[in-house]
């Protein structure tokens, strides 16, 4: 249980495009995602935490304009890079908080294997 | 604002040594911890997590403790195998409601030689 999915997994694009990267909750629903940014070398960094049916909440230093986060259902959230340029190529990971039966969330984030983006 | 910290940044051993990865972190009012292997390019496997008011967890050849007071945790691996080759991240999750938060560490570039 517990299964996270993102798609793509991969995407090359080119310099001023937009770039959408699904995050689904495959078997729990999850009313919390995160989305996660981690160039090489380097550890995961929060950009953002996306609440099903409000407005995600970005970390300091994160442009929400760029990176526009959806979480319109209990089990997807999209997060969409926008005017993609080669600096924004990167790994980007999401994760889920699993909602137990009666509505408490669990305290363990459930990972999903990552989209690479490389943008040209 | 949390830190965590790993050190070392990188371990290279020969097989079937015994080794420890360290984490330590700044604030110690933390819900848990948790260890994570990455191998290169691919995302997250999950290895340990321990609760806040738990000593140690163990998992095959992995034992991973916490020390909540003093900020650390440690991850030792037994027996060591090339398979076991990868980026060890230590993490732990702090605050409450909206405020809720994994941060990470840089991790620990391990190397198992055959």
């Known amino acids: 249980g517990a299964v996270v999915s993102q798609h793509p997994s991969w995407v090359i694009c080119k310099s001023g495009t937009s770039v959408k990267i699904e995050c689904r909750s495959l078997?729990?629903?999850?009313?919390?995602m995160f989305w996660y940014r981690q160039f090489p070398k380097q550890s995961l960094m929060l950009m953002a935490t996306?609440?099903?049916?409000?407005?995600?909440?970005?970390e300091q230093g994160v442009e929400k304009d760029k990176f526009l986060i959806n979480h319109a259902s209990l089990t997807l959230s999209t997060l969409t890079v926008t005017s993609a340029h080669p600096e924004d190529s990167s790994f980007y990971i999401c994760?889920?908080?699993?909602?137990?039966?009666?509505?408490?969330?669990?305290?363990?984030?459930?990972f999903g294997p990552g989209t690479r983006l490389t943008v040209l | 604002k949390q830190e965590v910290t790993q050190i070392p940044a990188a371990l290279s051993v020969p097989e079937g040594e015994n080794l420890v990865l360290n984490c330590s972190f700044t604030d110690s009012a933390i819900y848990n911890l948790q260890w994570f292997r990455q191998d290169p390019g691919k995302g997250l496997t999950s290895l340990l997590l321990?609760?806040?008011?738990?000593r140690e967890q163990t998992s095959g050849r992995l034992n991973a403790s916490l020390d909540k007071s003093s900020g650390r945790s440690t991850l030792y691996i037994a027996a060591s195998q090339p398979g076991d080759s990868a980026t060890y991240l230590c993490?732990?999750?702090?605050?409450?409601?909206?405020?809720?938060?994994?941060?990470f560490g840089k991790g620990t570039l391990l190397t198992v030689n055959p």
């Open positions: 321990i609760q806040s008011s738990q």
């Open positions: 078997d729990f629903q999850a009313t919390t």
């Open positions: 996306s609440n099903e049916g409000s407005k995600a909440t970005y």
């Open positions: 993490a732990v999750f702090t605050g409450g409601g909206s405020n809720y938060k994994l941060t």
């Open positions: 994760s889920a908080r699993v909602r137990l039966a009666g509505g408490a969330l669990y305290n363990e984030q459930f």
